[in-house]
């Protein structure tokens, strides 16, 4: 099982990234798939999920700001993230669950600075 991340990096407060996850290893389509972050000192947080039939939930700090989706033909979850805000500097994480299986992405970091 692979899950690959890409896309984090360094951007000015109000800009945007977007951040993919590519799975291998497991029938994507039938796993929820979320995003987690962890900033230095704090504790690993959920920010979006979305559920195999695309339900989507986001943190209260995220809403209106964050969109997560998925390719299920490409195996791909995206969060698409906007108006980043020096606080959401943080190493993100993408998660596959399913039935008491889970899997992690290996993290990226995004840097919200000026």
């Known amino acids: 099982v692979q899950l690959v991340q890409s896309g984090g990096g360094l951007v000015q407060p109000g800009g945007s990234l977007r951040l993919s996850c590519v799975v291998s290893?497991?029938?994507?389509?039938?796993?929820?798939m979320s995003w987690y972050r962890q900033a230095p000192v704090k504790q690993r947080e959920l920010v979006a999920s979305?559920?195999?039939?695309?339900?989507?939930d986001y943190a209260d700090s995220v809403k209106g700001r964050f969109t997560i989706s998925r390719d299920n033909g490409k195996n791909t979850v995206y969060l698409q993230m906007n108006s980043l805000k020096p606080e959401d500097t943080a190493v993100y994480y993408c998660?596959?669950?399913?039935?008491?299986?889970?899997?992690w992405g290996q993290g990226t970091q995004v840097t919200v600075s000026s």
């Open positions: 998660y596959g669950s399913r039935l008491g299986l889970h899997y």
């Open positions: 290893g497991f029938t994507f389509t039938n796993y929820a």
């Open positions: 979305i559920s195999s039939g695309g339900n989507t």
